[in-house]
């Protein structure tokens, strides 16, 4: 991939100019894919001008501003979180259970209008979805993010800023148009929430390291949100929608849609399909249009939102107690019923895990008939004390994917039954292992049926090599007619065309599409061909830090446990079971065969400056430091030519060691590592000392 240098570039001796460039063409980037949701340039691009920035400000700290995107994980866990009372008050919606209760809603409005005065006014209605995550508020000065806060009681919330940076759909800075003048001030509402795609397997990622499971994306996502750490909050795939401007100085506007549209022209991320009704009846489609479509979004909505459009009669409606006269959240049927658990199944995943799910009495839940929920693991079950047989509350967490809730024990007759995790493998009947200290037994044949198709459809899967046409039930027909045992047979499909057509259901059009997205997919960046592979424990982020030590299959291969484990996030037990995979003959085989199909096995390296005090020396920092945040002294290690890793190993060239260094000093000094303090530290990148070991003093 290319790595050029953005269109237009400054003369690299002009380092000021390069940074602003660079800050100017990674926002772009960010507001393409993550608001936009069109990606518009290759993920080596974008990392590689992330380095480039990351280096430049290294080695100029002058040019470090808070809204850089360098700095969005910077800021140092908080002890607690700070109170902040909102310009205007967050307030709460009133409630509309039905279409009578929404006309209810509409004749007290008018009543109130017609006493103002404002009868005769012709009033429109904006229709938005009722986003059930966190509310927050953001507030812009001169065009930078200074503040984001909870909505809490409505009148105070608490100081999120630095996570919510973390969040990539929210801007550092309003996008302007050429000459444009930033308001003064403007706090945009929005609703932060985790697509429910991300939390289904944030979900199965914590059962299978038997932490207990959200019930729902609303818990999830406010739980990431106050995290102190903003560090953990960047690592879950959060994002946002804005719904309003709740306070603005030097910004006049008039209408909710309005306003709408100008959040969306200065970078926000607004719901696309909110709409704009002319009469009350226009209002009651739109909101039942979006109670029929609810199961079909990639996130929670717990009713729609009707509002009245125009801002002045906003202000002159007022508020009744904390709610709104001139809105109301038209909300949907309950996402939560009663039915009875017939039988507990278990199904294999592609690591050989064996994973429990709850046969039901079919029951309506939000609308949509439910047969099967999820249930994680046997530790789950044995916490909710859940019985064959029992009665239970079923919820469609997310709107989507059903789970059992609870048992009612009051319920019982004496007939319901314990379930007890099978002993043997159901696909393949192998006796199952429960390896020490895992939550989930496990089948060890790595050619039992169930784990190859599993793996089949995760290798193809959207976020892996993403081949279209290649989905659940694609690969179990193939499987079953011997087409495919391994992924890296779905390279050699283009040798069975005539076959392929053959088969009822195909058509030389289907498998023309078919083949020609197989073969877009040898295109997919190193770091997705690593997941794709389907290691244990091995997620996007944990693929990216893998492809950060290993840029090539050559050098995945002669990878030791302990390189591997030095990676940013890695640790042992990843490295561990990629180095288990890497051991397997099978597995060896597979990659070679990848390799020769064309796909793609290298990456960038990390652009490292040459020549620096830090040139090819491996650092680990521990310990808080005086002149640096964490992430700062990382990019100043960048900046110096050398790399810091999260482990000390043997490979590892010296620690900086700050205050309350913990158990990665006592590992450096068992090791002979050698350690300095900041003051060492802050002398070897000024060039005032040389690293220990270069003929200098340490």
């Known amino acids: 991939m290319s790595s050029e240098p953005p269109p237009g570039g400054p003369p690299a001796a002009d380092p000021e100019e390069r940074v602003r460039r660079l800050r100017e063409v990674i926002a772009q980037a960010n507001h393409d894919y993550y608001v936009l949701d069109q990606p518009t340039v290759p993920d080596a691009t974008y990392d590689a001008w992330m380095r480039e920035l990351e280096a430049l400000e290294a080695a100029h700290p002058a040019l470090v501003t808070p809204d850089s995107p360098t700095q969005t994980v910077g800021a140092v866990p908080a002890e607690r979180f700070e109170t902040v009372v909102h310009r205007r008050p967050m307030l709460s919606l009133a409630n509309a259970r039905g279409p009578a209760e929404l006309v209810d809603w509409w004749r007290r409005a008018r009543a109130v209008m017609a006493e103002e005065g404002l009868g005769s006014r012709e009033v429109r209605l904006v229709v938005e979805p009722k986003i059930d995550g966190l509310a927050v508020s953001l507030t812009y000065e001169d065009g930078r993010l200074v503040q984001g806060a909870t909505r809490g009681d409505g009148v105070a919330g608490e100081d999120v800023t630095h996570n919510l940076r973390t969040v990539r759909a929210v801007p550092a800075r309003l996008r302007l148009a050429e000459g444009e003048k930033p308001p003064a001030v403007v706090e945009v509402r929005g609703e932060v929430y985790l697509p429910l795609a991300a939390f289904a397997r944030f979900n199965e990622s914590r059962a299978e390291a038997g932490l207990p499971t959200f019930a729902n994306p609303r818990n999830s996502a406010a739980g990431s949100l106050r995290q102190l750490d903003p560090g953990l909050t960047a690592r879950r795939p959060l994002t946002i929608w804005c719904y309003a401007i709740g306070y603005a100085e030097g910004l006049t506007l008039s209408r909710q849609s309005e306003a709408l549209e100008w959040l969306r022209a200065h970078g926000l991320r607004v719901n696309p399909d909110i709409t704009v009704q002319a009469t009350l009846e226009g209002a009651q489609a739109a909101c039942a249009a979006w109670e029929e479509r609810r199961a079909a979004v990639d996130y929670d909505i717990d009713g729609a939102v009707v509002k009245i459009d125009d801002l002045d009669v906003q202000e002159r409606l007022g508020s009744v107690g904390r709610a709104p006269r001139w809105a109301i959240a038209y909300k949907f049927a309950p996402t939560t019923a009663v039915t009875r658990l017939r039988a507990i199944g278990v199904n294999v995943g592609r690591t050989g895990a064996i994973v429990p799910y709850a046969d039901l009495e079919p029951v309506v839940v939000g609308g949509v008939t439910v047969k099967l929920a999820t249930l994680h693991n046997q530790d789950d079950i044995a ?40 002993d043997r493998c159901p696909a393949c009947l192998t006796p199952v292992v429960h390896p020490p200290g895992e939550v989930q037994i496990r089948c060890p044949n790595r050619s039992c049926p169930a784990q190859i198709q599993q793996s089949l459809e995760h290798f193809a899967s959207r976020g892996a090599m993403d ?16 087409l495919l045992g391994n992924v890296a047979d779905i390279y050699a499909l283009h040798d069975h065309e005539e076959r392929l057509v053959a088969l009822d259901g195909f058509k030389e059009t289907s498998v023309g599409n078919l083949l020609a997205a197989i073969e877009r997919s040898k295109e997919r960046p190193w770091p997705r061909v690593i997941f794709a592979l389907g290691i244990r424990h091995v997620g996007h982020v944990t693929a990216e830090a893998i492809a950060s030590v290993a840029p090539s299959l ?25 180095v288990e995979y890497l051991a397997s003959e099978v597995n060896r085989e597979t990659l070679e065969r990848l ?19 830090l040139d090819g020396l491996t650092v680990v920092i521990t310990g808080g430091l005086e002149a640096f945040s964490r992430e700062e002294a990382k990019r100043a290690v960048a900046g110096a030519g050398g790399k810091t890793t999260s482990a000390v190993s043997r490979s590892t060239s010296l620690v900086v060691a700050g205050r309350e260094p913990g158990s990665k000093l006592a590992r450096a000094e068992t090791l002979g590592v050698p350690v300095i303090d900041e003051r060492a530290f802050l002398a070897i990148l000024a060039g005032e000392e040389p690293p220990p070991g270069a003929g200098g003093p340490g």
């Open 595 to 613: 390799r020769a199909a064309g796909l793609t096995i290298e990456g960038e390296a990390p652009a490292r400056p040459e020549g620096g005090p």
């Open 467 to 482: 081949i279209e046409g290649l989905g659940e039930k694609t690969v179990r027909r193939f499987y079953a007619e011997g």
């Open 383 to 422: 916490r909710k004390d859940l019985r064959i047989g029992d009665r239970v509350i079923v919820q469609r967490a997310g709107d989507v994917i059903p789970q059992v809730v609870a048992p009612l024990p009051q319920e019982r007759t004496g007939e319901e039954r314990e379930f007890a995790m099978p």
């Open 554 to 578: 050559d050098a995945l291969l002669e990878a030791s446990e302990e390189e591997l484990a030095a990676a940013e996030g890695v640790g042992p037990t990843i490295a561990a079971s990629i």
